[in-house]
């Protein structure tokens, strides 16, 4: 099993839309949860931190669930430019950070 | 400007002809690490290190070597290089804590 899971997709959605993406770990002592952007051959960059209370930045909602050791993403009024994968990122007590393999979203008009 | 910069962002070599791809940081973080990238398997970690003089093996760590002897660079040297390391190099860096890890745009590698 690996330690991070994620659906690899593709999520075909239209602009507008609200789309959510789960993922699962598998270390109960993972301490810190991020979800990263990257664009095709590109670098991956941070979307946004995930806290235990949950948060939100303009569109995007985080979302933690310690017991059932999963995190989400919802994006709400999906953009054209939304279209990207999703990495979902676990980092446990001794730095360890470990990565799912991606959702790959595709906004359609 | 704060930035992690690798080179050579493109390389085609040949089985056996040793290699390396630098890594430096100008934003003084402790720690670096060195990812892999293929199809269908995400980022998988090569090495990392906590700090100078201390590097630790990642999740695949065969047929790759490092070291860190200053701060800012964290060169990855493949010593004899195999087509099954054909793939989308990472360097990244972060401050201690980890928390957000800065990437470098990437060295994409093909081995003949």
């Known amino acids: 099993r690996k330690e991070v899971e994620q659906d690899p997709g593709p999520f075909n959605v239209p602009e507008g839309a609200t789309v959510a993406f789960n993922c699962t770990y598998s270390n109960s002592a993972s301490q810190s949860f991020f979800w990263y952007r990257q664009d095709c051959r590109k670098e991956p960059k941070l979307l946004m931190s995930v806290y235990s209370s949950g948060n939100e930045d303009g569109r995007f909602t985080a979302q933690l669930n310690r017991a059932s050791q999963y995190i989400s993403l919802l994006i709400r009024d999906s953009k054209l430019s939304d279209s990207a994968t999703y990495l979902c990122v676990v980092n446990s007590l001794n730095n360890d950070m470990r990565f799912g393999a991606g959702t790959r979203l595709t906004v359609k008009p | 400007e704060a930035q992690v910069t690798q080179n050579p962002r493109y390389l085609i070599t040949v089985t056996g002809k040793k290699l390396t791809v630098t890594c430096s940081q100008n934003m003084n973080h402790e720690y670096m690490s060195w990812y892999r990238q293929d199809p269908g398997l995400g980022l998988r970690q090569i090495y990392y290190?906590?700090?100078?003089?201390?590097?630790d093996k990642g999740d695949v760590p065969e047929g790759y070597k490092v070291s860190r002897k200053e701060k800012r660079n964290f060169p990855l040297i493949l010593e004899s290089p195999s087509p099954n390391q054909t793939s989308l190099y990472f360097c990244?860096?972060?401050?201690?804590?980890?928390?957000?890890?800065?990437f470098g745009e990437g060295s994409r590698l093909t081995v003949l």
């Open positions: 290190s906590m700090n100078v003089e201390v590097t």
């Open positions: 990244a860096s972060s401050p201690l804590p980890v928390g957000e890890l800065f």
